[in-house]
């Protein structure tokens, strides 16, 4: 997609002379070609992989001179560049962004000793002004130019997924990911969001979406995906209005009578269907985030609440609302230390009944042979084996800390939102999957809503998990 850079720089002399009605018609020219560029891909003039000339195409929109449409219209044509780089050149765009267009240390090293320097309030604020100014990386002219695109925000937050799985390799691609990320936090406030339901009747392109995105429980088919829209079983999701058609976080909600203890049954509807203006429980059963570029930014909190009180307001029989949630770190934690023998984690009357059963010498490490393969299928095995992982799934959602919080990300987010840990399902989930990250084992996570901030605040602040007296007797 070359440009002819002349033929620039005249638009923008004409531009400038324009009147107030042909400047808006200019402008709706520009969002225009905004739209077609940033949503075809074409083959890419092989200059634009070159780093000199991405320099010189990222200083131009940053520094070059001239009013708003002409700054646009090389935007517009920058964003088309880069969603048309190979991956290569999106790596080379990447690393030109985080190093040659990042804060001057040493206009910042100027403008803090004239902060220090300061005689009198006035000089205070006016060097508080310019060190703030000399904080603000210039790239940050350029995204949030790119912001204002059609398909913009997109463009930020798939820029930012490429960045997140560079980012350890250099602590510069950090920065600008975090960058972008606060760009991100302000325009994917909670207000700007819409909740909408999504249902069977929704356009075939977004139902497409939720079988592409669903995270936690694969969905298999239309049909599949059908059951998962009928009417005692509902999904809703969070939009921004700049990307309509992208739901940005889902939940899937099935109404029952009681707390659902197997995913199996409750996504083949074993229990009878029920009529949901007669059903007293919502379990949340599946969570997914579908933007990766938006990773650290906490929509999830804000869309169980909101829907909380949705369905609280559209069905007066609902009184209870819990989840049956993975637990997709406890294989992960258990199983390396009893891959090694190690028979610290295991209870001396643990220890004393493998070894009775099994005449093995290393504990542990026998168990750990047993829990492969269709171990549970055997009811003596299961039975066996069943006390001691519940009492270790107990002490790793309760016990086990990343810093100060809890190490299973999954307990992490519904602890933080306020939920009380209701109960540990025995062989709740067994699919491929669900075996393979917690031997079958899921969690009900209760959402009293008279406790949800009380809940939240002895989490916070004391790290206090709140769980039934069902769960932590299984410690004792």
Known sequence: MAVNRDDKGLKAAIFSRLSRGEF??????????ARKTLTKREVLDPRYENRDH????????IYSKGGDVSARARTVELGAVYLQLSEKGRETFHDILAHDFD???????EKIKMLEKAQNQKEAITAEIELKNALTPPRIILLTQFSSLPNG????IDMRAILLARAREDQRLCKLSLDIKELLGTWFDIGMLDLQEITWNSPAALLEKLIEYEAVHEIRSWGDLRSRLDSDRL?????????PSEPLIFVEVALVNKLSVNIQDLLNKEDEKIDPELASTAIFYSISNTQPGLAGINLGNFLIKTVV????NQFDTLKHFATLSPLPGLK????PRLADGDEEVLRPKEIATLKERFACENAALHLSEILTNDWYRD???AELVKPILTRLCAQYLLEERKGNEAIDPVANFHLSNGARLERINWLADLSEIGMKRSYGIMVNYYYELADIEKNHEEYETKTHIVASRGVKSLLK
């Open 103 to 109: 804060i001057d240390r040493q206009i910042l090293a």
């Open 24 to 33: 808006r018609k200019a402008w709706d020219g520009i969002i225009g070609m």
């Open 153 to 156: 925000l997109k463009l930020l």
């Open 309 to 312: 009180q949705e369905l609280s």
């Open 54 to 61: 991405l320099q010189h195409l990222i200083h131009d929109c």
């Open 332 to 335: 992960q934690w258990l199983g």
């Open 235 to 243: 999904c809703f999701a969070f939009f921004h209005n700049k990307m």
């Open 379 to 381: 009811s003596n095995t």
